[in-house]
């Protein structure tokens, strides 16, 4: 452990930023190493903090982002300069758009190098300036601890986001005396008044068709049972936000209101609800392009919109607006009495069993062949998952299937990137595995978003990371592909895949690997990859042509 509250102790600045990290909680940190910050790969080397060490920025950076997303404290990543800090450039955006607290360090050149075009210079405010939330340089040695502890509070804070640390390099090392870390920032929670509880219950009495959309980070157990609690007893059904599907449970004894999920691959009756209430209330999220269906849906509601921060990205009406920590909004909303308008029933019933016919993982008729139905497949782990299990996956078709058809139970049980971004799934097994060591874990992999970051199966298994991923092998980039059909039919063009063995690949990594060509093989496959008590890789082959569920 770093010791910097001892006043013999002389530090630099590279190990007072990991006394302060140590200090506000942080467990892990993800990176590549670089020459850039030596000093605090030295400092860690002391430490009570895990050095997670990734075999790509990209890698390191959605690992990070995981973990801020699983624990509700930022992820820390740590990367070099120039090639580094661009490769964990896909981090930092997916962090923006997906409203996720995250810490990027960022080794630089050193000082008196500025501005002569020096080895793997970049401008860090150019690059990130438009993308995170704050971007600093660590210019004054002795506001190391300061400088972080600001930047984990800014993160956190409101709309949660990303915060780009650069770290001159000699700046790093410089001694700066007998001083202390700093005390951890408080982060504000802004709750609603009465008067604008009394103000939503007012409306929530003269709709007919209410609807609740929940999204965002920081869902409890307590915020999200309680939630759709209330609104089974209120005849209200709640859906989710694209990917933040595990903010309420799906399934929960003594009553449930959820009625499924917006965005890609939603169902298509999910979607009309949009369209069809009369109240439209947001928790949490934003009316955005992706709910929305490209801006087409919902937009003249009566709308209520509660945010702890700006209404980034949010279009159409907005009648009510509420600054205020959304789950907390959600357990006050629990608690106030409000008289439902008796129409209310009906609404309320024929979604909620439009909601359960959608998520029925009913198999196709098996055409023959070498070929597994991935709708099949989704029906064997409802059956084979634990409650707890987190779920984790990139972009591209094959994330349609589990988005549609696997419940989430538990706050904390799904991690995948809102702004599209191919190559999360495996970075984010590696991080929620360690996270939450106890926990199973299943990634949904696609051929193209397997292979941009599967090389941290090596960083799984050298940590103890252990995780079974499902590699959907169709060929293809599906989604692209599909596109081109809908407007250039019959003219498929860069959009083909050759892959390998991805089995003989895993095992090749001291990793399970088993290739299953038949429906009726998936289940002992994946008992048995289970059973391995290793990071596992399951090669379904998928007949091309198949890109999505029905409905």
């Known amino acids: 452990m770093v010791n910097a509250d001892n006043p013999d102790r002389r530090l630099s600045a590279g190990h007072l930023i990991v006394a302060q990290l140590e200090r506000e909680g942080v467990r892990r940190v993800y990176g590549v190493p670089g020459e850039s910050y030596l000093d605090v790969l030295d400092g860690l080397h002391d430490s009570t903090i895990t050095t997670v060490v990734a075999r790509?920025?990209?890698?390191?950076?959605?690992?990070?982002?995981?973990?801020?997303?699983?624990?509700?404290?930022?992820?820390?990543?740590?990367?070099?300069?120039?090639?580094?800090?661009?490769?964990?450039?896909?981090?930092?955006?997916?962090?923006?758009?997906?409203?996720?607290?995250l810490i990027l360090f960022v080794g630089l050149i050193p000082v008196a190098d500025r501005g002569r075009e020096a080895f793997q210079e970049f401008d860090v405010f150019g690059w990130f300036g438009s993308t995170a939330k704050k971007v600093v340089v660590l210019d004054d040695p002795s506001a190391a601890a300061r400088v972080v502890s600001e930047s984990i509070q800014t993160a956190r804070s409101g709309r949660p986001g990303p915060v780009v640390i650069g770290l001159p390099e000699d700046v790093l090392t410089h001694s700066v005396g007998t001083t202390h870390t700093s005390e951890p920032l408080a982060v504000p929670r802004p709750r609603a008044a009465e008067s604008e509880l009394k103000e939503l219950v007012g409306r929530l009495e003269r709709a007919r068709r209410p609807l609740v959309v929940v999204g965002g980070e920081g869902w409890t157990a307590q915020s999200g049972q309680e939630l759709v609690r209330w609104a089974a007893e209120h005849s209200v059904p709640v859906v989710a936000d694209f990917r933040a599907y595990d903010a309420v449970p799906h399934e929960l004894d003594g009553g449930n209101a959820f009625a499924g999920s917006l965005g890609y691959g939603r169902s298509s009756r999910t979607a009309g609800l949009l369209d069809e209430a009369d109240l439209t209330l947001f928790l949490g999220a934003a009316r955005t392009d992706v709910l929305s269906d490209g801006y087409t849906r919902g937009l003249d509601s009566e709308t209520v919109l509660v945010l702890p921060g700006?209404?980034?990205?949010?279009?159409?009406?907005?009648?009510?607006?509420?600054?205020?920590?959304?789950?907390?909004?959600?357990?006050?909303?629990?608690?106030?009495?409000?008289?439902?308008?008796?129409?209310?029933?009906?609404?309320?019933?024929?979604?909620?069993?439009?909601?359960?016919?959608?998520?029925?993982?009913?198999?196709?008729?098996?055409?023959?062949?070498?070929?597994?139905?991935?709708?099949?497949?989704?029906?064997?782990?409802?059956?084979e998952l634990a409650p707890d299990t987190v779920i984790t996956y990139g972009a591209g078709n094959h994330a349609l299937w589990p988005a549609r058809h696997l419940p989430h139970r538990s706050p904390a049980s799904l991690v995948a990137p809102r702004n599209g971004a191919m190559g999360m799934g495996i970075p984010a097994a590696v991080a929620a595995s360690l996270v939450f060591p106890g926990r199973e874990v299943v990634s949904v992999a696609g051929d193209g978003c397997f292979l941009m970051n599967g090389q941290e199966l090596a960083t799984a298994r050298g940590y103890g990371a252990t995780f079974i991923a499902l590699v959907v092998d169709n060929g293809c980039y599906a989604t692209i592909r599909e596109h081109q059909e809908g407007t250039y039919p019959g003219r498929p063009s860069g959009t083909q895949l050759t892959n390998p063995d991805f089995a003989a690949w895993a095992r090749a990594h001291g990793a399970h690997g088993e290739t299953v060509t038949s429906t009726a093989d998936f289940r002992e496959a994946f008992r048995r990859a289970r059973a391995s008590a290793l990071p596992a890789v399951l090669h379904l082959l998928q007949d091309p042509e198949v890109r999505a569920p029905g409905g």
């Open 310 to 383: 700006e209404a980034l990205g949010h279009a159409g009406r907005v009648d009510q607006f509420v600054s205020a920590d959304a789950p907390a909004f959600a357990l006050d909303l629990a608690t106030a009495p409000v008289s439902v308008h008796a129409d209310a029933g009906y609404w309320f019933a024929a979604a909620r069993a439009a909601y359960t016919r959608s998520r029925t993982a009913a198999p196709a008729p098996d055409p023959g062949g070498s070929y597994v139905d991935m709708t099949a497949v989704m029906g064997v782990l409802q059956e």
């Open 56 to 101: 790509h920025e990209g890698g390191a950076g959605f690992m990070a982002l995981a973990e801020g997303r699983l624990t509700g404290l930022p992820g820390v990543a740590m990367v070099t300069r120039g090639p580094g800090a661009a490769n964990a450039f896909i981090a930092v955006h997916t962090a923006h758009q997906d409203a996720t607290p």
